[in-house]
């Protein structure tokens, strides 16, 4: 193996240098004040003090699993699919999944707000249009003394948004390993017998594996430690990891 050039070295100095402002040093911030008090002096009571938020953890867990779940049985069909279309209609499509992206965050987020409240426009266009299933659910709703179809300050809520504000993450990554995927490793397991869900399960799915787990670790970090979301779209009854 050769060895670096001075050029090379140099090149290289910028990130190295920006990793350990951004990276390192943070992290040794958090060390440190995870193990000293106010004074400085070395402690374990900040350690001994996270088992009073153990439901906490449990929860933001549970909630980023579901959340990346879902986000990669929607994500995944969804890039194979773009994959698989003409170039001009690929960028397209990924242009359409990007464009929600561009908008902030949080109005993303109070946009959901809007849309699953009691008196919002999801409940107001099911009243509107009368739909059986709506009418039978709001009027079990209406006897038991709870109103209109309740869907905001709910668990189902919180991970709803996670769900649209993170799917992006994991439809980019898998799409753009499926764009690389050999179509001739699949024409030779079709030809040597596999059926689809073979080939789904011994060809496609091994060689877009670096997709999936680039798409899962960014969908379930940010959605184990969210605040925004469960305080607009839980009502601050789900308190997670960054809450």
Known sequence: MNKRTLTQRLCAAPHIIWSAIFIVV??????YYAFTDKSGAFTLDNVTRLTNYT?????????????????????????YILSKMKLRA?????????????????????????LLENNGVINTVLSFFHLP?????????????????????????????MVYN????????????????????????QDLGANRFHVIRDVIFPSTLSGVVSGVTMVFVPS?????ISQKLGGGSFALIGD
């Open 90 to 114: 690929q960028s397209t499509m990924v242009m359409l999944v990007m464009i929600p992206m561009w908008m902030n965050f949080l109005l993303r987020t109070l946009a959901w707000q809007r």
């Open 55 to 79: 439901s906490t953890f449990l929860r933001s867990l549970w909630f980023g699993i579901v959340a990346t779940i879902i986000c990669l049985l929607i994500a995944y069909p969804l890039a």
């Open 166 to 189: 993170f799917l992006p993450y994991m439809i980019l990554p898998i799409y753009s390993v499926m764009t690389k995927l050999d179509n001739s490793l699949i024409e030779a397991a």
């Open 224 to 228: 184990v430690s969210t605040f925004y």
């Open 26 to 31: 943070p992290l040794i911030m958090v060390f």
């Open 133 to 161: 299933a709506a009418s039978m659910i709001n009027s079990i709703l209406e006897k038991i003394n709870i109103g209109p179809f309740h869907m905001i300050n709910t668990s189902g809520a919180v991970i709803l948004g």
